[in-house]
């Protein structure tokens, strides 16, 4: 089974500073990964796939990089919305998920 | 426009057994990839199963194997999840989600997702 490996678990960042997210998966995934937005009480909102690929509708501040085992995701110029816990997802085998990373307002 | 809605969670006694629905519109679910994703509280989601267009059922988790069916009604449009010898490790939110097209099994689509509790 792959294993997806989240950090930080949380951090604090103030509205307007970019921050970054990583996610590894404990072997290859080529770019097989998804990253996720959830809010409190509601379901998991997809942002991007395929490692660097934004889902429609999903603003241009986020942006996801990487591949093999190693991906990040980065905020730009972090708004009020965007705090909440983010997760990512392999689909190279089968599915997993990281126990995510939360962004709390510092 | 696409929507998830499931219904069936509950409390429910260990050992018990739970029918989980998903009524899906905007879209017909014989034609995709879909599956049961569970979220336990403060946890990151875990998939369990899915299922495709071909009816094949692909597990995820093999702590529900044996223990857990997923079954689709066409004619209903509907998505199910038989969960029996129900555990307290099997307390979470129950997601049905949707992935875009057969090959690629991310979701674009939840639903809200329905609670259930396994507690005496």
């Known amino acids: 089974d792959i294993q997806m490996t989240q950090s930080p678990s949380s951090l604090s960042a103030f509205v307007g500073d970019r921050v970054t997210l990583t996610c590894r998966a404990s072997?290859?995934?080529?770019?097989?990964l998804a990253w996720y937005q959830q809010k409190p009480g509601e379901a998991p909102k997809l942002l991007i796939y395929?490692?660097?690929s934004l889902e429609s509708g999903v603003p241009s501040r986020f942006s996801g990089s990487g591949s093999g085992t190693e991906f990040t995701l980065t905020i730009n110029s972090l708004r009020p919305d965007d705090f909440a816990t983010y997760f990512c997802?392999?689909?190279?085998?089968?599915?997993?998920f990281g126990g995510g990373t939360k962004v709390e307002l510092k | 426009q696409v929507q998830l809605v499931e219904s069936g969670g509950g409390l429910v006694k260990p050992g018990g057994s739970l029918r989980l629905s998903c009524a899906a519109s905007?879209?017909?679910?014989?034609?995709?990839?879909v599956s049961w994703i569970r979220q336990a509280p403060g946890k990151g989601p875990e998939c369990l199963l899915s299922?495709?267009?071909?009816?094949?059922?692909?597990y995820n988790a093999d702590s529900v194997k044996g223990r857990f069916t997923i079954s689709r009604d066409n004619a209903k449009n509907s998505l199910y999840l038989q969960m029996n010898s129900l555990r307290a490790e099997d307390t979470a939110v129950y997601y049905c989600a949707r992935a875009p097209g057969i090959a690629v099994h991310f979701f674009d689509f939840w639903g809200q997702g329905t609670l259930v509790t396994v507690s005496s």
């Open positions: 997802q392999q689909y190279n085998s089968l599915v997993t």
């Open positions: 072997q290859s995934i080529s770019t097989w």
């Open positions: 395929k490692a660097s």
């Open positions: 299922i495709g267009s071909t009816d094949t059922t692909i």
């Open positions: 905007g879209f017909t679910l014989r034609d995709y990839y």
